[in-house]
């Protein structure tokens, strides 16, 4: 019976997905870039979409909640999971209203507007049924699946506003989208790139790597080094793992002392993140907000004596607050930090923030 | 309804309720007047009830109760481009006005329910004054078993910090009440800052109880994280750049004005915080940066 087997296919694929999660948090560094996770989140929320039983727009999205759930609690520390499970929360939310026939501007977001004009407390409850809902979500999710295909060449195309000739540009560690930016510039413009190695899992080195094959005259140098070099950089241009709802940043260890020597000599720090790392999450939750890894980088196993002494800790991220940043550059343009309000208030819907 | 029964109204409203903000109290009592008015056009009625939000400043003189006649005004001609027949115009205003009551009534537990995930176990906590929002995120998080402490200021004139210390000690959290100039002496020891506001301006500062932008300034120099609490209807149209733009009804007590001929040698009762001091807003409309503030002004009033 097709039924029952689709639904075991689904699950098992549920499964096969969360386990993966589990074991690609723990290690030297994350095993794929947040651009997978969001892909392979994306398509299967379509996949839970497209298989699974519901009758109505409330059911769908009490489904994908449930799995989101499973989703997060797998790995905190991937937000880009838990956003894009939002993305797609809102867009059900959308295209229920649209099915609708009401304007899905004015009931979306609480508002003093809102409280003014509105009829009555109503609980829009999603419990009717429209035969289009399944294909116009599916449709839309497409959509979003082609939006975070093409977000690492928007980000690059806008290098060359950016970037001008026989500028000394810094960056930490390694992120592919800063990879990107950097190579888009390079084919039409000179310029020096210096890469902190970020210490302990030295990211850095395979950055320089990949940024000389293109022909860019790179200088790596210990995350030491930063504030003593930083008097010769006029750009500062990195990426994170993601963008906090108050604009800061949660970003690779050793990301904070670079954004405090750059304000120290009021270089711009400029931020390359697409638009899927924007989570709605604030810098409160001590417990989740950090992750820490093996310290066998940090102080080897084989040191002997000592480790019976000492505690050793390896953290994975840090925390920029906002004022330190100058500009976010994402697929849809450039931003101030203090704008970042209203990005989030039109990705996602304020009663998703809290899955 | 005259000035007398209007005036008595207000007063019996915030004396059979003390825990209810006074903007509250002036929608409520506006609402009524609303109820007994005998106009006949819409613009008569704009027009009594902007005499009648007068008459309730000439009680009341803070911030609060003017941004909310204020947005009852507003309220008033946002329902009316709707309906163009007076009476069936009315009943809605009326309904409409009592679900609004309603759902400001709620808006401190949202309030609360938003802010006290900022309050870890072991937080020393800094507070201005008197204000019920603060009580309320604070018995929440109280309720939620967390453990904190709290340093009240004073704040002279009225020593409402007393007030504040009173209504701590029954939650059984452990209080402590400091003087106004203490404030720098003591942000060393504090984790955060948590103030109420009379009113939100535009710009995303605030209006509070006078010491409150000494507090901010010594918080940024701490670098210690400032929080502001405030229900969405105390926003109020108002752009001040510095102190004195601040208008002098605000500042003074409403007895002070109608008396005293020389108003600088009054003390002022509010003092205004730019929000290049303030970290995050915590509203019911959700968390904010100073900056969303504006946003959402603008929804409302453009």
Not at chain 1, 122 to 142: C, G
Not at chain 1, 153 to 166: G, K, R
Not at chain 2, 210 to 239: D, W
Request: proline share 4%.
């Amino acid at each position: 019976m097709p039924g029952p087997d689709k639904e075991t296919d689904l699950t098992e694929r549920i499964e096969a997905f969360l386990s993966d999660l589990k074991r690609g948090g723990s290690g030297t560094g994350p095993l794929r870039g947040s651009a997978e996770m969001a892909r392979e989140t994306t398509s299967l929320l379509r996949r839970i979409t497209a298989q699974a039983r519901w009758s109505s727009a409330g059911d769908l999205m009490e489904i994908i909640r449930k799995e989101g759930r499973r989703m997060i609690a797998a790995q905190p520390s991937e937000t880009t999971v838990g956003n894009m499970i939002r993305r797609v929360l809102k867009i059900i939310r959308e295209e229920y209203a649209r099915s609708r026939g009401s304007s899905e501007e004015t009931d979306q977001q609480e508002s003093l507007h809102k409280l003014l004009t509105s009829g009555g407390l109503s609980e829009e409850n999603f419990r009717q049924h429209f035969t289009a809902l399944k294909a116009n979500v599916i449709e839309a999710i497409n959509e979003l699946l082609t939006e975070l295909e093409g977000t690492t060449d928007n980000i690059a195309m806008q290098a060359l506003e950016h970037i001008h000739s026989n500028e000394v540009i810094m960056t930490i560690g390694r992120s592919r989208t800063v990879e990107a930016f950097l190579k888009d510039a390079a084919r039409k413009r000179k310029f020096h790139v210096i890469v902190a190695e970020c210490a302990p899992f030295c990211q850095g080195h395979k950055m320089a790597t990949s940024l000389s094959k293109s022909g860019i005259e790179t200088t790596v140098i210990t995350d030491a080094a930063i504030f003593a070099v930083m008097s010769r950089v006029n750009k500062v241009i990195i990426g994170t793992q993601t963008v906090l709802a108050n604009g800061g940043l949660r970003a690779v260890n050793g990301t904070h002392t670079l954004a405090l020597a750059a304000k120290h000599h009021s270089t711009p720090l400029i931020i390359c993140a697409p638009m899927f790392k924007l989570s709605p999450q604030f810098p409160n939750e001590e417990d989740t907000f950090h992750k820490f890894v093996s310290p066998h980088e940090v102080l080897p196993f084989t040191e002997g004596e000592i480790l019976s002494k000492v505690n050793v800790h390896c953290p994975v991220f840090d925390y920029v607050p906002p004022e330190l940043i100058t500009l976010f550059i994402s697929n849809i343009g450039g931003h101030a930090p203090s704008y970042i309000y209203r990005l989030m208030s039109e990705l996602y819907h304020p009663e998703d923030h809290e899955l | 309804m005259d000035e007398e029964e209007l005036v008595e109204y207000f007063k019996a409203q915030m004396r059979k309720n003390p825990d209810m903000a006074s903007a509250v109290a002036a929608i409520r009592t506006l609402l009524e007047f609303l109820k007994r008015d005998k106009g006949e056009t819409i613009l008569g009625l704009r027009e009594n009830l902007t005499w009648a939000t007068d008459c309730l400043t000439g009680v009341d003189s803070s911030v609060a109760v003017s941004s909310g006649g204020e947005l009852f005004l507003r309220f008033i001609s946002l329902t009316s481009l709707e309906h163009q027949d007076l009476s069936r115009c009315k009943k809605v205003m009326e309904e409409r006005g009592e679900l609004f009551l309603e759902k400001i009534s709620m808006s401190r537990t949202k309030v609360a329910k938003l802010c006290h995930t900022f309050i870890k176990d072991g937080t020393k906590i800094l507070t201005h004054s008197y204000s019920r929002v603060v009580l309320r995120v604070l018995e929440k998080a109280a309720a939620e078993k967390k453990r904190f402490s709290v340093y009240v200021t004073e704040s002279q004139p009225d020593s409402a910090g007393r007030q504040m210390a009173e209504a701590l000690r029954k939650l059984n959290v452990p209080v402590t009440v400091v003087l106004d100039a203490a404030v720098g002496y003591v942000l060393e020891k504090v984790d955060l800052v948590i103030i109420g506001a009379e009113g939100v301006v535009e710009s995303g500062g605030i209006i509070n109880k006078i010491g409150t932008y000494q507090m901010a300034v010594c918080s940024k120099a701490h670098n210690k994280p400032f929080y502001v609490v405030a229900e969405s209807f105390k926003f109020v149209r108002l752009y001040p750049l510095n102190q004195q733009d601040v208008p002098d009804k605000f500042k003074y007590k409403a007895d002070t004005l109608k008396t005293v001929q020389n108003l600088s040698e009054e003390h002022p009762m509010i003092d205004y915080t730019p929000p290049s001091l303030i970290t995050l807003l915590f509203t019911d409309l959700g968390v904010l940066t100073p900056s969303a503030v504006s946003d959402e002004l603008i929804k409302l009033y453009l």
